[in-house]
């Protein structure tokens, strides 16, 4: 029962639509102001003033309070609008019946037709507002004009009761001033939470983009890198099938010098052979001209001098020196472009028989 009791006086929500929820709670208390309105009403009358007949005024109110349970009704089942609509037809209807048939543009009634003009505004639009308050000011000047021209006679008015009446009238109105004032402050604290809640989700969907974009150029990096390996594979391969179908030892090793560099990209070749007594590289093959010039003045190198190439040849471990940073790493004017250079032994079985010095434009290569 009292679940019951407390889902009457709960407002219906919809959650998919707040406009409708909103315009749904203003006309669920308003309701509830204007069946308490009726009841304070009819108590008053029947108890303070003891009134004990039924008239056409009590018969209107029932009517009124009949057509508002009926609004509450229809608001749960989603009629919103038309709810609003009708609700303030009966009270527009009812308000300036009773003026007409009572006390004229000076009865408390009439002055319900601005808390009307409030209620429009408050359920349905400011053009409904602007409806109600031309036709409250036509009514107006009717009850006016009726009673200039005797058309309606107002009987004598007592001022207490006047005042009684008058302060429903301003009561319901701080009531719907309310309900407008709360349901703006409730808007704005909704809309306040809106933008704090897109702040946030802003901030996190930026540091989501950032973290793509992040993991995006890391992405192109390693593909970048996954290219030139691949690039490197495929020169490899090819390096290894032009040799391969070479059968002349003499062709085979200045091949081998132009099918790196071709295929590799690094601009000088050198191929060192040791001699027989394994005292000195020999430079036997190269792919540039200032190469040449050297392979042809007879270039070589003692095994195990402080250069790159006599320090592999006796080693036999690859080294990678970079112009600047490796102390061991010996200009050649031979070769003033070079910035990065890499020394490899060539064996054949345990035997260190050679070196294949490759030299780079790149500091990095």
């Known amino acids: 029962m009292l679940k019951q009791l407390i889902q009457v006086f709960t407002p219906p929500a919809f959650p998919n639509d707040d406009d409708k929820t909103r315009k749904a709670r203003y006309a669920h208390w308003i309701i509830l102001a204007v069946l308490g309105a009726l009841i304070a ?3 008053f009358a029947r108890v303070v003033q003891h009134y004990s007949r039924i008239g056409w005024v009590d018969g209107l109110l029932i009517a009124m309070a009949t057509a508002c349970v009926s609004g509450l009704v229809r608001l ?50 400011w053009r409904a507002a602007v409806t109600v308050t031309i036709l409250s000011v036509a009514s107006g000047l009717v009850l006016a004009y009726a009673e200039s021209t005797g058309l309606i006679v107002t009987p004598s008015f007592r001022i207490a009761d006047f ?39 802003n901030a996190i969907l930026n540091f989501t983009q950032g973290e793509l974009q992040s993991r995006s150029t890391e992405l192109v990096v390693v593909n970048r890198q996954l290219e030139i390996r691949s690039e490197k594979l ?34 000088h070749i050198g191929l060192f052979l040791l001699d027989v007594e394994k005292q000195y590289a ?6 540039t001209a200032n ?58 079985g345990d035997n260190i028989i050679g070196v294949l010095d490759i030299q780079s434009r790149e500091a990095n290569a």
């Open 41 to 43: 009403y009819e108590v």
């Open 76 to 125: 749960r089942q989603g009629h919103v609008r038309s709810t609003s609509i009708m609700i303030i037809i009966i009270i527009w209807g009812a308000a300036n019946s009773i003026a007409a048939l009572s006390f004229g543009v000076k009865d408390a009634s009439y002055i319900v037709n601005f808390t009307i003009v409030l209620m429009a505004g408050l359920l349905l639009s």
């Open 163 to 201: 005042v009684v009446n008058l302060a429903i009238v301003f009561l319901l109105n701080a009531f719907l001033i309310w309900l407008l004032i709360g349901g703006l402050e409730d808007a704005l604290r909704r809309s306040r939470l809106s933008v704090e809640e897109l702040a946030s989700a």
């Open 234 to 267: 495929h020169g490899i391969a090819e390096v290894a099938r032009i040799t391969t179908a070479i059968r002349s030892f003499d062709q085979l090793l200045p091949a081998i010098t132009e099918a790196i560099s071709e295929q590799l990209g690094y601009y």
């Open 282 to 287: 020999i430079l036997r093959a190269t792919n």
């Open 291 to 348: 190469g040449l010039r050297m392979l042809n003045r007879g270039y070589r190198v003692a095994v195990g001098s402080i250069s790159p190439i006599g320090y592999i040849a006796q080693t036999g471990q690859p080294r990678v020196t970079r112009m600047n940073e490796d102390s061991t790493f010996l200009h050649n004017v031979d070769f003033p472009e070079t910035k990065s250079q890499l020394v490899l032994p060539l064996g054949a």
